[in-house]
């Protein structure tokens, strides 16, 4: 299937921006947005979905994959990312006659701290009005997370019962002893439950985010009433899942499939 594909930005910084793929169609065109991950870092961008967005396109879905401020950048982390991903979703809003989108049925997807992402974004469509972030204005029908980052705080343990420099911690501004608010407003499993249908995809293999944060959240989040699945996929690591050659894709994409027939 042909597609067009054109960057536009929502806001003036140069990470303010997504690339917006669009199938040659009649009828208005479904939307997955997609959220890149890399632990919020700003040396990883948007160009890790490329594959996945292409693939997408040409099943007949319009692919908003979107870039934000991200750890390294002004502006970037607390708030910023968070307000970047909620106004990115509303731009579509702006677009939607000039590309023919149907926003009645838009999933998010992300991959790993991209998920994370997502996730939030799913809690944002319940919550009233408040001062801490931008309005989330479009409506959001499903939320897919690949790999991904359910609790901030188990992520951050993770990364200092090995060692490593907290990715966490650069993001949030601080540790969860620190800043401890911070993760209960932005931490998925602190924001159950969540009523947006989500379904959460985790390869057994990933070294990266571990399988345990999906589970927890997942079992946590089912006791609570939230309305979520769980694939877990056998021998599959934490880049597979988002390599549309693999069979681990055809996991995601059936969820994707499924989602358009009862939408």
Known sequence: MMSNKVKISYGKHHSQYGVLRVPERKEPCPVVVLIHGGFWQSKYDLEENNLIAEDLTSRGHATWNIEYRRVGEEGGGWKGTFNDVIDAI??????KESYHLDLSNVIVMGHSAGAHLALWLASR?????????????VSIKKVISLAGVTDLKKMWEFHEEK?????????????????????KVVSPIELLPI??????????????????????????????????????????????????????W??????????????
Not at 127 to 132: A, L, P, R, V
Not at 251 to 261: L, Q, T
């Open 90 to 95: 509303n731009h579509l809003s702006q677009v």
């Open 125 to 137: 469509t319940e919550t009233k009005s408040d001062q801490m972030f931008n309005k989330l204005l």
């Open 163 to 183: 060692g490593m420099k907290s990715h966490v911690s650069a993001l949030m501004g601080g540790s969860p002893q620190e800043v401890a608010e911070r993760y």
């Open 195 to 248: 009523k947006t249908d989500h379904v959460l995809i985790h390869g057994v293999k990933d070294r990266h985010v571990p399988i345990k944060l999906s589970k927890d959240y997942y079992f946590k989040a089912t006791e609570q009433g939230s309305n979520v699945r769980l694939i877990v996929l056998p021998y599959v690591e934490h880049f597979k899942i988002i390599d549309p050659t693999s069979t681990a």
């Open 250 to 263: 055809n996991s995601v994409i059936d969820i994707i499939c499924s989602s358009r027939a009862l939408g």
